[in-house]
């Protein structure tokens, strides 16, 4: 799998997140603590709404529309 950059360190500050297009596929970059960086897919699978519009706690994605929650490091619902 290749690497593809998308932004640097300096648009995304610990704690953020925002989605980006790779290559046709919506991609969500977590910067999260500890400054480690993280990509999960960019869109929630039970109704495909958009994760960067939810909100981050910790290791915690929160989707906004049905509370459905994710784990940052694994990517798993939890």
Known sequence: MAVKR???????WEGEMAAF???GTEVLLIHGEGGVVRAVQAICPHQEIPLAEGSLQGGT???RAHLWQFDVVTGDSI
Request: glycine content about 0%.
């Open 6 to 12: 998308v932004c640097s360190l300096d648009d995304l």
């Open 21 to 23: 297009d790779v290559d």
């Open 61 to 63: 994605l929160t989707c």
